[in-house]
């Protein structure tokens, strides 16, 4: 395999372009501390994270926030009014987290879109018991707008962030291999098909994980794949890293490039990026197999700020976040 071939396409892959402009808008907001207010000294950890953390007694309230492309509106709204919810939710378990109410907000240009969008979110609530308190409809010509902000819960102790990834850290994707590739976009479907206690039997395993402080840092695979994902968490954790890409190959019985390529880079429904003790990985892969998940070994956490991608004896180095930076500096 032309491993500079592969290097080559994905860093062209529009789906790192459009988190490479996170770094320039994310640069423009005021950190908390610099603008005071009652607020200020609560916010425990905010952006980088993928739910924020606000700091409520012995509790922190978790907020994540997301949008949904506009394209997927269109193509087929009552799966983007799913999804809305389902990413959210994904946030607030990869912090550890119990979701307990979301909103959600749509903007389209007939009432039959609007509605079936509203049937999709309502699916998705009843499918991962969280119920929509909160929301805002606008009947525009515009174009279609969709988002949704997700609430959940965690003790403080418990809390697991994106950027805790450190030196010497193994990189474990936690994924459910019971799935199937969708027919709308790049992504690994592994809920439209099961039932609710299913699902969220699942997803609570993020949550025993982070009971027993087994996970260092955990962020849930982004709409940039395993791939882009691995990276904003060394970029936020401020660490260098390896990809092993034979084990990749490996774990998903990728039989060419195009496969190889998919992969790394498509959306996994309720699959998460974490980084753990080497002596933690079988605790955290007999917890996974309990619920029918897989917790696979994928790399290595490592002093430095390049991200190298490893095969067949050769390291090569894909991107450095000192030169590409996802998230802006707040040190």
């Known amino acids: 395999m032309d491993m500079e071939d592969l290097l080559r396409d994905l860093r062209s892959d529009e789906r790192f372009a459009r988190k490479f402009l996170l770094n320039s808008v994310l640069g423009l907001l005021p950190a908390a501390g610099e603008i005071g207010g009652e607020g200020t000294n609560r916010i425990y950890k905010s952006m980088g994270e993928d739910a924020a953390a606000i700091e409520i007694r012995d509790k922190y309230i978790l907020v994540s926030t997301d949008m949904i492309s506009p394209s997927l509106i269109k193509e087929n709204p009552e799966s983007a009014g799913y999804s809305a919810i389902l990413v959210g939710i994904d946030d607030i378990y990869a912090s550890g987290g119990h979701p307990i109410t979301c909103t959600i907000e749509v903007q389209a240009g007939s009432s039959s879109t609007i509605k079936q969008v509203m049937q999709g979110a309502a699916r998705a609530s009843r499918h991962f018991a969280v119920p929509i308190c909160r929301g805002h409809t606008s009947l525009q010509e515009s174009g279609p707008a969709l988002s949704c902000t997700v609430i959940g819960e965690i003790d403080k102790e418990f809390y697991v962030s994106a950027g805790g990834a450190v030196p010497g850290d193994i990189i474990i994707l936690i994924w459910d291999p019971d799935g199937r590739k969708s027919k709308i976009g790049p992504y690994w479907d592994t809920v439209s098909m099961k039932t609710s206690s299913?699902?969220?039997?699942?997803?609570?395993?993020?949550?025993?994980?982070?009971?027993?402080?087994?996970?260092?840092?955990?962020?849930?695979?982004?709409?940039?794949?395993?791939?882009?994902?691995?990276?904003?968490?060394?970029?936020?954790?401020?660490?260098?890293?390896?990809?092993?890409?034979?084990?990749?190959k490996q774990i998903f019985s990728c039989r060419s490039k195009k496969d190889l390529y998919?992969?790394?880079?498509?959306?996994?429904?309720?699959?998460?990026?974490?980084?753990?003790?080497?002596?933690?990985?079988p605790a955290i892969q007999a917890a996974c197999s309990l619920q029918q998940l897989k917790a696979n070994q994928i790399g290595t956490v490592n002093e430095g700020s390049i991200l190298f991608l490893e095969y067949d004896g050769q390291s090569h180095p894909f991107l450095d976040w000192t030169k590409q930076p996802v998230l802006p500096d707040r040190t």
């Open 198 to 248: 299913e699902i969220q039997y699942r997803l609570h395993t993020m949550i025993e994980l982070a009971g027993k402080k087994l996970l260092q840092a955990a962020k849930d695979v982004s709409n940039s794949g395993v791939l882009g994902t691995t990276y904003m968490m060394l970029n936020y954790s401020q660490a260098g890293g390896r990809i092993d890409i034979g084990n990749i």
């Open 262 to 281: 998919w992969w790394l880079m498509a959306y996994l429904t309720n699959a998460f990026v974490v980084t753990a003790k080497a002596s933690d990985l």
